[in-house]
């Protein structure tokens, strides 16, 4: 990849709209995305397609989900990207089912956790896993950052 | 299948023990099992080849995880049988984190979970479905249910 | 029986409009069932008379239930029929004493849990269960899966 | 009755070392009780069957359980005698899920819910309930509580 | 006290709405009450002095608080009259916080805690515990659970 | 008051191990108290006499309680003093109840609540406090901090 | 500072309203305030050197935070002043995430927790530690105990 | 920086054995790392210094801290690199008071949180990240992930 690339998932398109605070964050730091709607759980084949698949097209992965939110350690499983995993809120356990099943994954596999509904937060870290590589990012971040000083 | 059988299949050699009073269990419902360990995050192929070949192999699944337990929810992702989940004890959120993500599957693809560490419950719960399909097992749950009220 | 049966049970009227979603995704698999409304607490007659004749007339039952959610476990002491509880969300404490209080079974005794407010996955965890006897609901629950993955 | 007298019952005789806290500050305030193992789960008859003789034999009940604590919603649901309620601790939610289980009891069946693992809690409150069909119970309480007051 | 009579209290005016409700039960069993507002920690010396004075005037307590819910635990600091505990529900915790703080008292000082928002409930006990002593009640709580199972 | 003096109240003998914590850390700055164990709900006499006469021997008050905390609540009920209040760890709840007990105070009379078991954080705010008044507190909370930075 | 002076902040400018509230009840006390916004993580230089400069503008701090509420320790973390923070309800946690980041201060550095949204308890606490250096509160504290008692 | 290399820290000396298990799995992955012990309570000057030089040294930061863990979200307030933070596992509140204190971060700030006490899970996490920019670590992190799935 010449430019970085953020491979977005969520498990449902109930979803969609928490992701556009994710894109629209992404767009500010001029990070390419491509956002894909699978589940763990009732599209397991397609979600797992896009894990195998993901070294090739993405340098990283956003995977959204509520619930028993399996989607991203599921997709951790099965790349050595680094996944950003993002608990959405729901009506019964506010979200702290999705977190739960997000954050406390074992031993070898980790999801790196955002804030409950933190789309935005997500799109930031991905911004900053990024700028390893893609250090043009930094100096966007360095400017986020004062903007954000500056609220 | 002409016997009751089972398909157990749970993340960690760390949780066998726990699955020994499973099987003990269905051992005295005389119903076949065959003990696999697969973890949903560290060695998904495995699962997943599990979980995609069981229909064939077995009547139903039984699923035991801890902490992000995706184990369960995605065995059943894969196939029509029924899965029933036990939620496996750990140090920190004492099974509450595996009980969520067990329990909260979205819409259409159930998971029959059990009490944390349930695993004997897990086995009766298997002999109750299998009981519709192989209906001498009925006689051995009322003798059983008998010996329960009994204690 | 010779069609697939289920006893539909639930502690309040309140909670029929919940198990409608049940009943439609029962109906669509084609899978006959009977609701009755009968609390552990408030009638238990009537619910222990639906737990010890359940056997002659039905395949499974689903109970559904909120708060000290005893119905399902009440159900199951009373049967050797599998018992899916539905643990219902009310207003204090969001379905999860309801959860609680249907999951955490003792020993020897299990109900099926399934998602808080989960009617349709009871359903579907019904039609799988008795897809063990009547093997015509494979087929159904095969086409199930591929519209869930296909939306 | 002419004497006070508390039906005690548990649902597990793993309860009963609880339950002696319970007996021993009855014996002090000089209150008979007779103590059942039954369980609302696993030997539902008998369950039933003290709760429904209940009236003619005891002044109130004391029923412990722990987990998914039907016990005392059950008896609650047979009988008049006002019933205690004890959650009893156990390994994985902590008397949580009893607790639960226990004090969310529906509209119209009450359960007096005290402290989890509190025996003594439940003895003392019995006798509170039974002062006022037997005042020389009375003399007792404040005494008792004299002695609370000295500790 | 030659009628069944109970003392209601609560910690603010913003209870009484929920207090309605167990008023309203009593009424129905024809039992005698009087409400009083008083906070454990904004006007203590008017709760102590209801704890004090309550054995003349009345049977037994009713106490309702929300948050930090510390009145029905004092005002059966100071009396050996049954005190009726019931949480309040308020927006952060939603009545966990009440729950806690009503139900787990101390060795030798219980409250029997009923439902969050349960204040029928507080009123159906309130009558079975007055049933010691009045026995005509025993007739209206039959007559009462009938109604509950016909429902 | 010449000299900084805390009042120290605990509910039970069993607390004073944790408060050595805190008194040992006032010794270091040089700050007086005296402890008395007086319950809220098994002596209240006690402890409201403790709590009225405060103004006129203390600078503030040190409050400890677990489970029903209701002592910090009730102590700052009967004073002007600042109260603060530490949340006691127990077996069941962890000291959660106790902290929502103490924290959750209702508007007008706050708790200022310190961590779970934090007996020696008590000491250090009470120190702050009384630094207002009291000067030359200001030098030792300067090293303290300083040690605290150096360990 | 001759006159009681109040250093408040908060880390975000949503949380204004809510400390309008401390403010109005400052101005029933007669106590002066200055209120900043700076958030630890979005502008901390700003946080900083509020904290930093605090001892020489305010006699105590209040500090208001939601979620990963750190505004409050990251402030008591660059001062000796006593800081009373709020925790802030939000949508997901419900101001429990703001709770225990707030409370659970590890030893040496305690912040005065109150209520969640306690932000007219954070004022009155703030009176009442003022009143030790500033006695002419001690008699505007009694007054307000005063008109809470009468409420 | 030709190598990969971390900034680890951590909020106590206490925390050192759990972080001995990332430092092993990054020494395995080759990844170069120094470990500082600051507190953003404790020592925040150490902390903030830390945080302001550490992209000139480091290329991300593990930061591990206990109860109300503001250390992981501090340190990512002032710096641009990624931040994985670990919540420590503690007695009364289990770990969970830590997670939602690193993981709740406000919009803007993200911490990538990972599984309760989850060191070696904050190592391959590092690993992932580093590979964006050290592409040699992406055959480890394939045999790392074999050798996962082959236990």
Redesign the interface.
Known sequence: MKKPTVGIIC???SDLPLLDKAAKQLDEFGISYKVTVA????????A?AFAKSAEKKY??IIAAA?????LP??V???T???V?GIPV?S???????A????????????????????A???A??AA??????YPQL?KK??D??KQ????
């Not at 009506?91 to 089912?97: N, Q």
């Not at 977190?99 to 933190?118: C, E, H, K, N």
């Not at 900053?128 to 590589?133: N, V």
């Not at 954000?148 to 609220?151: D, P, T």
């Open positions: 498990g449902s398109k589940s763990a759980h009732r599209s397991p084949e397609l797992i340098d990283l509520g619930m028993a939110a399996a350690g599921v951790a499983g099965h050595i990207l680094p950003i809120f009506k019964a356990l506010k979200g702290l089912d977190l739960f099943a997000i954050v406390q994954m074992p031993s070898g596999v980790p999801v790196a956790t955002v804030t409950i509904d933190g935005k937060n997500a930031v870290l900053q896993i990024l700028s390893l590589k930094k971040l360095k986020f950052k954000l000083a500056g609220k």
